[in-house]
């Protein structure tokens, strides 16, 4: 029996995984493919995207949405039972693409498809690691090395690895394709630096390609045929690294999250700047979610990492469903108080219109 290839799409909060898929998605060539999207909170944003670009060979029945935490650290409880039920339907997919959460390990999930339940049915495509080109030109994830040096000589106990970092690094450990995307918001010779730094931390022989807002060709990204559950073994993560010997288990205490619910959106481009504002202020790694805007047929989708915030319009609102304001925030657990996080509400819903919402409860 032929097996069923399976496309794992990784990469850093905000880097344009999404975007890419639904990319792939409308230019599939007829494959039929299946979607899992992993959410790391409890919105689930990339899959309502996605199942709202009506693409015939992705139907809403193939897109699965697992919400109830990073997929890493439910593969038991989630994936394996997903994956059994789509390979029990009658209409079996021409390939599956698992989109992971932005703070997800990609190692254990490979590595769940040496599962019996899996293994026989189904193969790893390869892994795509999706890098924001622009953030690591920008030196986003690289700690500051004499920092780190001070604060390791004043306490040894002190945990000195950058959790974003490491995830960071893990997720291009893992890849066997990276693509670096938002490629035209640099210049030539800082793509060719980023390029060269990236080459520097992945496997030998991983092929690095450029993209402008995730447009790749579906047969660059599909059909890799790498096998990549027989190969993740040698693609050990830091906590299988450093934590193995003990026994202790990845969990993502170092990320919060929490979900907005906010009046209209009067004016667009406001509210983008507005929410610029709040980001900076209260260093939040990503925002996103829907708005709805009065006058507007159609649901505005928020997409913020960093001070880069999209807006667009995506689908009409569907009947009968309930015209609202929701946005996910994710931080650093230690930015994201009860305290601070009630600020944060209270100034999203500051940037919109509240009696609207209040009417609308």
């Known amino acids: 029996m032929q097996k069923i290839?399976?496309?794992?799409?990784?990469?850093?909060?905000?880097?344009g995984k999404t975007t890419l898929?639904?990319?792939?998605?409308?230019?599939a060539g007829g494959r039929k493919i299946a979607l899992i999207i992993n959410e790391f909170g409890d919105l689930g944003v990339d899959g309502d995207i996605l199942t709202g670009c009506g693409?015939?060979?992705c139907t809403e029945?193939?897109?699965?949405?697992?919400?109830n935490g990073c997929i890493c650290c439910t593969v038991a409880d989630d994936f394996i039972p997903t994956m059994t039920k789509l390979l029990a339907r009658d209409r079996l997919p021409d390939h599956i693409v698992i989109e992971t959460s932005g703070l997800a390990l990609p190692q254990p999930l490979v590595a769940a498809f040496n599962w019996p339940e899996v293994k026989t049915r189904v193969t790893v495509d390869g892994v795509v690691t999706v890098i924001d080109t622009a953030a690591v030109a920008e030196g986003r994830f690289a700690d500051d090395e004499d920092k780190v040096a001070a604060a390791r000589i004043a306490d040894t106990s002190l945990d000195h690895d950058n959790p974003l970092e490491e995830l960071f690094e893990d997720q291009i450990r893992a890849a066997d394709l990276i693509v670096l995307n938002k490629a035209d918001l640099v210049d030539a010779a800082t793509l060719e630096r980023v390029r060269a730094e990236i080459a520097g931390q992945a496997a030998a022989g991983v092929k690095i390609v450029s993209a402008e807002a995730g447009h790749l060709p579906a047969d660059v990204l599909l059909g890799?045929?790498?096998g990549t559950e027989d190969l993740i073994a040698e693609r050990k993560s830091h906590h299988e690294i450093e934590h193995e010997a003990d026994g202790a288990e990845h969990d993502h205490d170092e990320f919060e999250s929490f979900v907005v619910d906010a009046g209209s959106?009067?004016?667009?481009?406001?509210?983008?700047d507005g929410l610029a504002g709040l980001i900076a202020t209260h260093d939040i790694l990503r925002v996103k979610g829907f708005a709805e805007v009065p006058g507007k047929a159609m649901r505005l989708v928020v997409q913020a990492v960093g001070q880069r915030i999209e807006t667009y319009f995506d689908r009409p609102w569907k009947f009968g469903e309930t015209r609202a304001?929701?946005?996910?925030v994710i931080g650093l657990h230690d930015g994201l108080d009860a305290a601070t996080c009630g600020a944060i509400t209270a100034a999203i819903r500051g940037l919109t219109d509240d009696a609207a919402r209040d009417a609308a409860e």
């Open 61 to 67: 029945d193939d897109v699965i949405e697992l919400t």
């Open 5 to 15: 290839p399976a496309t794992v799409i990784t990469g850093f909060l905000g880097a």
């Open 265 to 272: 959106v009067v004016d667009p481009k406001a509210f983008a």
């Open 224 to 226: 890799i045929a790498a």
């Open 21 to 27: 898929i639904r990319n792939l998605l409308q230019n």
């Open 55 to 57: 693409i015939e060979t």
């Open 325 to 328: 304001t929701r946005l996910v």
